[in-house]
C-alpha cells in the first residue's frame, strides 16, 4: 500500500479471502504475527497466518502483500506452504492481543483490548500496529457501561516486552534495528545456547541477512542447530551464491538432505553454482539478476531496479536475452544501466539501448581476471555468458571484495569491536 493509506482495524481482516496476482483464492487470513518491542514502540507486523483450503495454516509475510482491500488481500502468489509454527518473538494479533487487560498511561484506569488497527509506514514496506480500540473498565464490569476510545499504542500499557529482561525475546527486540552486520557481531560473542536461541527466533529472511555476513564456522554452526526444512526455507531466503558457499562446506548427506527439502527452481540453482570453482566468475556469481525481455519499456526495467530486495550492485544494470528469461537464459543480447534508464522516456524499448560493447565473463574466469576487468570497466557488476551465448548469472563487486580479503577478514572486524557493548553498534534500516 501505497503512503497515507487508510488505516485498518485487525478485527476486519479476520476471514477475508488471500487472492493470487491471477485473481484465484488461496486461503483466508486466520491471525496476524506481530513482534513486540522494548518499551512504548508501537510493533511491528510481520505477516498473516492464512489458511489454505486443505485446512494447513501457513505464514505470509507482509513483504508478499501486494494489496488489502475491498474485503481482500492481494498477495505476490509465491507462498511457503510449510506449516506455520510461532517464534518467541512473535505475538498472534487476534489470538493473543484482543481481550486483553491494559492500563492508560494518562489516567492508570484499567482497559480491555477490543481491536488493533495496522498501517503501512511512509516510503517503506514495513507495518505496524499504531493504534488500540479499547474499552475502560476493571475486568468483569458489564461491558456496556465502560466508555470506548481509540488511543495510540504509546498511550496504553500492558503489552511490550520489559526492558531488562534477559531472555533470547528482549534481546532480539533490543538489537532489532540494527544492520544485519551489526547484528553479525553481536552473534558471534555470545555463547553457542544464546547464539542458537536467538537465530531460532528470528524470523527467515532476517536471518538470511545475518548468515551471509558471518564468518563460516559459525554459519554452520547455526544451520546445524536449525530444524532441517527451516534449514532449508533459511537457505532459499540467502543469495544463491552465498548458500552454494554455505552448502557446500557441509557434509555430503546434510548436503543433499538439505537441497531436497529446498523448492526445486533453488536447489537447481544452488546445485549450478556448485558445479563451478569457489574463486571463478561461476562460483562468485549470483543466479537472480535483473533479466528482462528486449520488447520491455523503461518503464517495466525501473519497476524492477526500484526492488528494495536488491542490493545496490544487482539494481545497478539489467541484463536483455531472449526467452526464457529466467538464468540460464535464452540468447544473451546486452545490459542497459540505470543511469541510461533515467534518461530514457519510460515507453522507450530496452531492446533498443543495449550497451553490447561490453564483454560478458565466461564461468570459469579466475577471480583475478575478474577482479582486472571490474578495474578496467569501472563496474559493479558483470554479466556471466556460457559458450552458447546464455545468461548463467551476475557477479557483482561486493562478491569480489570479499573473495579478495583475507580468509579471516570478519573475524578481525569482529574481534576490533570485542570492547564494546553489542548495544553500541551502529543502527541502520532493517532489510
Not at 551464491?241 to 562446506?249: G, H, M, N, T, V
Not at 570453482?277 to 519497476?303: K, N, R, W, Y
Not at 543480447?333 to 515507453?347: A, C, E, I, T
Request: net charge negative; proline share 6%.
Amino acid at each position: 500500500m501505497a503512503a497515507g493509506a487508510p488505516r485498518i482495524f485487525v478485527s476486519h481482516l479476520a476471514g477475508t479471502a488471500v487472492f493470487d496476482p491471477n485473481g484465484d483464492q488461496v486461503g483466508r487470513v486466520r491471525d496476524l504475527i506481530a513482534m513486540l518491542r522494548v518499551g512504548n514502540r508501537p510493533p511491528r507486523l510481520l505477516g498473516l497466518v492464512v489458511e489454505l483450503s486443505t485446512r494447513r495454516r501457513i505464514f505470509l509475510p507482509m513483504t508478499r502483500v501486494t494489496g488489502i482491500e475491498s474485503g481482500q488481500v492481494i498477495s505476490t502468489g509465491v507462498m511457503n506452504v510449510r506449516r506455520f509454527e510461532q517464534r518467541p518473538t512473535e505475538r498472534l494479533i487476534l489470538g493473543e492481543l484482543l481481550d486483553r487487560r491494559v492500563s492508560i498511561v494518562e489516567t492508570g484506569e484499567e482497559a480491555t483490548v477490543l481491536d488493533v488497527s495496522v498501517q503501512q509506514l511512509p516510503a517503506r514496506r514495513d507495518w505496524e500496529i499504531d493504534r488500540v480500540f479499547v474499552r475502560k473498565g476493571k475486568a468483569g464490569a458489564l461491558r456496556r457501561k465502560g466508555e470506548t476510545l481509540t488511543l495510540e499504542w504509546s498511550a496504553v500499557t500492558g503489552f511490550s516486552l520489559e526492558e531488562h529482561g534477559q531472555g533470547a525475546e528482549n534481546l532480539l527486540a533490543t538489537f532489532e534495528q540494527l544492520r544485519p552486520a551489526d547484528l553479525a557481531n553481536v552473534l558471534h560473542h555470545l555463547s553457542p545456547k544464546r547464539r542458537a536461541e536467538v537465530a531460532a527466533a528470528l524470523d527467515d529472511d532476517r536471518l538470511a541477512d545475518v548468515l551471509e555476513e558471518l564468518p563460516e564456522d559459525d554459519q554452520i554452526e547455526i544451520l546445524g542447530k536449525l530444524k532441517e526444512e527451516r534449514a532449508a526455507d533459511v537457505l532459499e531466503a540467502m543469495d544463491p551464491d552465498d548458500a552454494a558457499d554455505l552448502l557446500s562446506e557441509l557434509p555430503e548427506d546434510d548436503k543433499e538432505r538439505l537441497l531436497g527439502l529446498m523448492e526445486p527452481d533453488d536447489a537447481a540453482d544452488m546445485r549450478r553454482l556448485m558445479q563451478y570453482e569457489e574463486h571463478t566468475a561461476g562460483g562468485l556469481m549470483t543466479t537472480e539478476p535483473i533479466v528482462l525481455q528486449p520488447d520491455a519499456t523503461v518503464a517495466d526495467a525501473l519497476a524492477r531496479v526500484r526492488n528494495p530486495d536488491l542490493s545496490p550492485a544487482l539494481a545497478a544494470q539489467v541484463y536483455v536475452c531472449r526467452p526464457p528469461d529466467q538464468t540460464p537464459t535464452g540468447k544473451y543480447l546486452g545490459l542497459v544501466h540505470f543511469q541510461r534508464l533515467l534518461r530514457d522516456p519510460p515507453f522507450t524499448l530496452v531492446g533498443s539501448m543495449l550497451d553490447k560493447d561490453l564483454q560478458s565473463l565466461d564461468p570459469d574466469t579466475p577471480l583475478p581476471a575478474v577482479t582486472a576487468f571490474f578495474a578496467t570497466y569501472d563496474m559493479v557488476a558483470a554479466p556471466v555468458v556460457d559458450e552458447s551465448g546464455s545468461l548463467l548469472g551476475a557477479v557483482t563487486v561486493d562478491d569480489v571484495l570479499d573473495h579478495l580479503l583475507p580468509e579471516d577478514w570478519r573475524e578481525s572486524e569482529f574481534h576490533a569491536g570485542e570492547g564494546e557493548h553489542p548495544g553500541e553498534a551502529g543502527h541502520g534500516t532493517h532489510g
